[in-house]
């Protein structure tokens, strides 16, 4: 049991909410889901859908072929109809859109003369939700129940008429029954979210930007029930420069943004650099430069983030693979930030921010955080050294007005032990030395990258972030066909993690390496590492995620 279905129309049509109340439907069905979106930047117009997939099993990525479609205009049947499957598959459209008159897939309603007669246009997205449960046999008191959590009285009313209507419209294909499983329906972006609030993040701030809006979106929802304090600044410039100062007072804080907002963080970005105050940034991708595709996904920001910020400075870059790796890895982010006093970069992007999933509910009782202070106690008036060398490099750390009578300095300038400006060469060389040495311990908190597929394997293929899925259920699909396939996820990938990959690409006839951008940014690091050449590459660059047929395909060329 594996459905797709298609929403699609123009922006401002009434798809979100299609989309949102099918969702929790499904949710609440217990069904695994995995939705995500195409969408222009515009308020109105364009050409814009979202993806409902679902099963009773787990499912990681988005498919192509198609059991439903609903289409609000005449575009979007055009540019869709010929993905339906051959057999049980359907189009609903309404009866004012042209064409399709012979077409035995097509359904043609009065779904706008309709909501019209109810009492009001917007009730086409309760018609079309009627008639998607009807077809897929879905209990439409669930549904109701959904609608009532949102609408009260006489809206309310007529919603449930709307919902009912469709309802009485189809046959049903399919009979599907509720799943007992208890779990959260969530997105990427709000995965970081409570990922940060788990890790005991109490401070974020940021300026909205696409797609990274979410998290700023759902912090400050969130922030007087979790006791959070929330910032909406006044440009990327602002963000980074609080979110350190918060930082140094001695609080866990977060800011983010998308490419072009972190453009503007650079100066900021440097400034953790010389004074080692612990922060996570997430970087939220999206295809660039400048403005470029802002509604869109792309991996081009890996090269920046690694080099982000005048000078040399460690840094932890961390790519999630999907929600609960997103949460995953924004908890851990917060521990290696403090552990190291360095800037934890979380490397997300627009496919990852926007898909909506659901999983098992997070478990609060595995995660334990640690501070890592230094005791004030330990240190008399005087004799504390905010920058103080050390065998590994990490200098301990207090909190200015809790320091046992001892100043906690920071300063932008080179300084020495104190935090006092030094110029001299002998100290300039101990600092760099100093700051070098915690990059190489950091190597040891690295993960090594998620393994699948075949055990005795003829093609290596290697990906990072949000590709995870997707190519897993393309090495799954084609291993199944008899092919000869492994595969290796990075999730950590600076510093970059390569026992595993060292240790299978020698056994592999071929290495293929999988990513979302142009200039092959993952394998040319992979090659500064490794000293290894990849023989293949499967990249995509064109603002829509790689889905797995497009990688069975792909790697069957291969």
């Known amino acids: 049991m594996d459905y797709n279905i298609l929403i699609a129309g123009a922006a401002g049509q009434g798809m979100d909410t299609v989309v949102a109340n099918l969702n929790k439907v499904l949710q609440r069905s217990g069904y695994h889901l995995w939705t995500n979106a195409d969408y222009k930047s515009r308020v109105r117009g364009g050409h814009n859908f979202f993806q409902i997939r679902f099963s009773e099993d787990e499912i990681t990525s988005h498919k192509d072929e198609l059991d439903m479609i609903f289409a609000l205009n005449k575009e979007s049947i055009d540019y869709h109809i010929d993905r339906l499957k051959k057999e049980k598959s359907i189009a609903i459209i309404d009866e004012s859109i042209e064409g399709y008159e012979d077409d035995n897939r097509v359904k043609k309603y009065p779904m706008n003369e309709k909501s019209k007669q109810i009492g009001n246009p917007k009730l086409l997205s309760s018609i079309g939700l009627g008639i998607i449960m009807k077809f897929f046999g879905l209990n439409l008191d669930i549904a109701k129940d959904i609608i009532a959590e949102k609408f009260k009285d006489e809206i309310l009313e007529m919603n449930k008429k709307a919902l009912d209507y469709g309802y009485s419209l189809e046959d049903s294909i399919y009979k599907l029954e509720k799943i007992d499983w208890d779990n959260i329906l ?38 007087e029930k979790l006791d959070i304090a929330v910032e909406q600044v006044e440009d990327e410039v602002a963000a980074l420069n609080m979110a350190l100062g918060a930082s140094f007072t001695g609080v866990r804080a977060m800011t983010g943004s998308s490419g072009g907002g972190i453009a503007l963080m650079q100066e900021a970005i440097s400034l953790q650099g010389v004074t080692e105050t612990p922060i996570v940034l997430i970087n939220v991708m999206r295809p660039a430069p400048a403005t470029g595709l802002p509604t869109y996904t792309e991996q081009s920001d890996l090269r920046f983030m690694m080099h982000a910020g005048h000078g040399e400075f460690p840094r932890y870059i961390t790519a999630p693979r999907n929600a609960q790796d997103a949460f995953d890895k924004t908890v851990k982010s917060f521990d290696i930030a403090e552990k190291y006093q360095l800037i934890s970069m979380i490397l997300s992007d627009q496919y990852l921010a926007d898909v909506d999933t659901t999983l098992d509910p997070f478990n609060l009782d595995e995660i334990t955080i640690n501070r890592y202070l230094a005791n004030p106690d330990d240190y008399k008036k005087g004799e504390y050294k905010r920058y103080e060398i050390t065998e590994n490099g990490i200098s301990p750390r207090l909190i200015p007005a809790h320091a046992n009578g001892n100043f906690v300095m920071a300063d932008s300038d080179e300084h020495n032990e104190l935090g006092r400006i030094d110029e001299s060469a002998d100290n300039r060389v101990k600092m760099v030395d100093k700051r070098a040495k915690k990059f190489e311990l950091l190597k040891e908190d690295v993960e090594e990258p998620w393994e699948y597929g075949a055990e005795d394997f003829d093609i290596l293929a290697v990906c990072f972030g949000s590709i995870h899925g997707n190519l897993k259920e393309a090495i799954d699909i084609l291993n199944d066909e008899g092919m000869k396939i492994k595969g290796l996820s990075f999730g950590d990938i600076y510093p970059l993690p390569t026992g595993k990959l060292s240790k299978y690409q020698k056994k592999a006839h071929k290495f293929v390496v999988v990513e979302q951008n142009h200039d092959e940014q993952f394998e040319s690091l992979i090659r500064q590492q490794l000293l290894i050449k990849p023989d293949k590459s499967i990249r995509k660059y064109d603002g829509r995620q790689m889905s797995r047929d497009f990688l069975v395909e792909k790697l069957k060329e291969i």
């Open 186 to 223: 969530i997105n990427g972006n709000q995965a970081v979210a409570l990922g940060a609030v788990a890790a005991g993040c109490k401070f974020y701030c940021g300026y909205p930007m696409t797609p990274s809006s979410g998290v700023l979106d759902y912090m400050f929802r969130a922030s």
